[in-house]
């Protein structure tokens, strides 16, 4: 019977070998809401103030999507008795939204599924003046129709092209030049869709007396159950007629999707249906019907389009420490994106903070509930102050402290993590009084990274569960390092080589079950444990062994340098404390006054991740309606090798 388990272990462990592979797979963003917890009763509602995944428009203070959880036990429930709101509401509402080009006038902008859309074009109080791609469409309102469509181009920027170069739009079109009058009055145009033909007019920007329908360019279509709307509109300022070829000059584009989205009532959204489609009012309202989710632990659910549910992988939960969640959308396009957070006015004296709880680009670990990086941010009059009297916090203050965290594989005990500028660093290891592991700190000099004034990425924390190991073959790690084993000829030792960058670095002989640590220098740390990894008993059948790694921990070989003083970006590190007890890190804008006029980008503070300031670009600031703006962290969606 024993031998027969020792069978099935190592055909099992031989199937998992041939799942180790390479692929290329895209880096999602994560956007997360605010945290929240599962208890009877409880409720939580996300808006555009707590979960930058819904559509905000800060130059015009638009988006109003929010979804409201209403908790019953541990579910979200999806049958409930009338009159009672069932475990998950979204509700909408459109907007009016001036065009860029602003002589078009106005349109209804309303955010849905974390993205902006067109709901109708919009009758200006001084009718056709200032209503041109109202008047010039047959069916304004898509919403009556049940339907919206992505608003893909809305720019007031000058664009030249001629005869031999196109104007590039959206979604396959492209705008041609065909020919020019000799008085460069009228110009002859082409709409080409995926290299096809689908329309021509003609344009006279430069004639006498032209009026917006003569320098407008307009192609309306028929969307769905929408008859003739303008899907796009492209305004020229002027034509000239060159001697080689012909050249036009245009200020203002717009452009919405040729593919409608659906809004009509029962349309299903993943686990949401579309409830209420008011086109009057624009309102769009969903629920969960039909739809009831449990959270249980360390799940990651879809709830509508690209935004999920996500519940924590948390070792106790108690009354006191209930199950932790939150609401996030995925950015997978490849790119760089914006991670806001909450909106703020420029309001003299008034002081904002920004921390895990309202700002998705500090680093969080819901599993551990890890994070507690914070900004403080203090106007006087419309400036951040750099010089205040003592005593006083200049207009911008960071501080971050460390956590104590425990190791995937528990039996190795803790070590101190720290987040900093939006990231997951390690700090220092944790001495065996609480209980980490001799196999890790025995052959360390140095267990405290800080002190050293470094920080290094956390790069693997893992307790694979099928991380199997076949003798002569190499297994990789971060930063282009490699195990590889050999099974000894009494087939209990192993040979272990550590390979960076294809060559040998480190080989140690060990009988396991046990861990393996590599110690290196890291800059002025001397001899700290930077790989470990745990394993089991070798098993063999035949010529082959096999060895299963059940802990592995990396962290960077190329840490940061935090020193008193040190400048990242505006902000200068004021204070910083190694001691394990209390380790932190403190900066503010010592030297740089920050001043928050309308319609700027300033970066703050420039590290791993670069953290930055917008402000609106806003018609009218008064007193009731001051400057907004938000603080935001810039990030990239990329394609990167992954071990699966």
Partial sequence: MIYANKMVTVITLTLFVSLFVISTAASAVEVRGSTAAVFDGAQQTWDVSNFAGFFYDIDDNLGNEQITMNIDGDSLEEDVPAGQDRGVIYRTTGQPDDFEFEDWGEYITIGFLADQYFAAYVEADNAKDD?????????????????????????????????????KLKEGYELSIRAIDLDGNRVYVELFKNGKSVDSAVVE????????????????????????????????????????????TVD??????????????????????VQTVDSYDYVIEMDNEDNKIILHKNENQLLMGNIRIRTADQDDITYDDPLRFYIYKELDEPGTHEIRGPVATVVDGSTYTWDTSNFAGFFYDIDDNLGNEVLLLTTTGDSLEEDVPAGQLRGLVYATGAQMNDFEFQEWGYFNTMAFLGDHYFASYIDDKYGTSDEI???????????????????????????????????DLKENYALRLRAGTDKKGVLIDLIKDGQVIDRMAMIPPGTYTYVADLGAAKGV??????????????????????????????????????????????AINSDPENMYIIMDNEGNKITLNKNKDTSLIAGTENIRIKTADQDDITADDPLRFYVYEEVSACDEDEVM
């Fill in 131 to 167: 209503s041109f791609l109202y008047y010039d469409s047959e069916d304004r309102n898509l919403m009556v129709d049940e339907q919206l469509s992505r608003v893909l181009i809305n720019e007031y920027e000058e664009y030249t092209f001629t005869t031999g170069t196109p104007l």
């Fill in 205 to 248: 920007p430069t004639k006498s007396y032209a009026d917006m329908e003569d320098k407008t360019y307009t192609y309306m279509m028929n969307m769905g159950d929408t008859e003739d709307i303008v899907i796009l509109a492209v305004h020229f300022k002027n034509a000239f007629r060159g001697a080689e070829q012909d050249l036009a």
């Fill in 252 to 273: 203002g584009i717009w452009q919405i999707s040729d593919s409608v989205t659906e809004v009509e009532e029962d349309t299903e959204y993943d686990k949401m249906t």
């Fill in 441 to 475: 700190l025995d052959d360390a000099n140095d267990s405290n990274l800080l002190s050293s004034g470094l920080l290094s990425k956390v790069l693997i924390n893992e307790r694979p569960n099928n991380r199997v190991l076949k003798s002569d073959e190499s297994f």
């Fill in 529 to 574: 444990p930077m790989i470990a990894v745990h394993l089991l008993e070798p098993i063999s059948i035949g010529d082959k062994s096999y060895c299963k790694a059940d802990g592995l921990w990396q962290i960077s070989d190329a840490p940061i340098k935090i020193e008193e003083f040190g400048v990242y970006g505006k902000m200068k590190v004021q």
